[in-house]
Nanobody, 128 residues
Framework: QVQLVESGGGLVQAGASLRLSCAASGRTFSIVGMGWFRQAPGKEQEFVATIRWDGGFTYYADSVKGRFTISRESAQNTVYLQMNTLKPEDTAIYYC?????????????????????WGQGTQVTVSS
């Protein structure tokens, strides 16, 4: 099993920045990549960003491209999501997820069901 713990959420004003972290523990050798998803109240879960563990593949949702950056610290089994120029519509619970399937394409990497492990989520609230 793999355990994921997110941190870094909070309440900020529009235009501000936040950095989310997600630390993996347990059978981390099985992880080939990690990603972030989010869910706003009353809305479906939405893909945000993903990164392959070797750093050779990253993919972003159009809604965050140019504002968010995903990165990883492989030695510490940690993935980060740097969020800049935050907007009220970025308000959501952000979930970290890990994949053990080494098949990568934008469609596959953006599909929640291809992620085996999930964190509990961290709240991000952006006020206008």
């Amino acid at each position: 099993q793999v355990q994921l713990v997110e941190s870094g959420g909070g309440l900020v004003q529009a235009g501000a920045s936040l950095r989310l972290s997600c630390a993996a523990s347990g059978r981390t050798f099985s992880i080939v990549g990690m990603g972030w998803f989010r869910q706003a109240p009353g809305k479906e879960q939405e893909f945000v960003a993903t990164i392959r563990w070797d750093g050779g593949f990253t993919y972003y949702a159009d809604s965050v491209k140019g504002r968010f950056t995903i990165s990883r610290e492989s030695a510490q089994n940690t993935v980060y999501l740097q969020m800049n120029t935050l907007k009220p519509e970025d308000t959501a619970i952000y979930y970290c997820a890990a994949r053990d399937s080494n098949i990568w394409s934008p469609r596959i990497a953006g599909t929640p069901s291809t992620y085996r492990y999930w964190g509990q989520g961290t709240q991000v609230t952006v006020s206008s």
